[in-house]
């Protein structure tokens, strides 16, 4: 039990994914059934076995569908977990790269309100000064209107 509070990280890994395999291989290439039938006949045997091993192949086989469903239930509750997970990474390398975006455009947008409130203040001034040139106009056009009125009366 020493050697197993000592395993690194990287150990503990790759005995995971050892097991994982030895038991994804036991389940795929169908040794199931052939391991239920070796212990059938290993249990019923009359001779070739100790008692130890009688009783180990005994609670063995006592113990294997449960072992067989439990690793099945673990599969596919692994897949369940893998498909959030997939699924979780994927909405939230979204949200990142929507948050990187928006965080790329918050300075065009904050140009583009400074430029906004620049436009706004010279098209008041050039409001203000086409009021004024209105204003010049008309009174111009008044006075233009006096001149020639007093041109028709002298010319009378």
Request: charged letters at 35%; a negative charge; aromatic letters at 6%.
């Amino acid at each position: 039990m020493r050697t197993l509070d000592l395993a690194s990280g990287d150990d503990v890994e790759m005995a995971k994914h050892s097991l994982e395999e030895c038991l994804s291989d036991l389940f795929n290439l169908n040794m199931t059934n052939k391991l239920s039938s070796a212990l059938s006949i290993l249990s019923h045997a009359r001779a070739g076995l100790s008692p130890d091993q009688k009783r180990a192949i005994k609670k063995f086989k006592i113990n294997f569908a449960d072992f067989v469903s439990d690793y099945l239930t673990f599969e596919q509750d692994n897949s369940d977990f893998e498909l959030q997970k997939i699924t979780w990474d994927h909405l939230y390398s979204t949200m990142k790269n929507d948050h990187e975006t928006h965080l790329s455009q918050r300075p065009s947008l904050d140009s583009l309100a400074n430029e906004k409130e620049e436009l706004k203040k010279r098209l008041k001034e050039v409001s203000a000064r086409e009021m004024k040139l209105i204003s010049e106009c008309e009174t111009l056009m008044n006075k233009s209107e006096e001149v020639k009125s007093r041109f028709a009366i002298q010319d009378k």
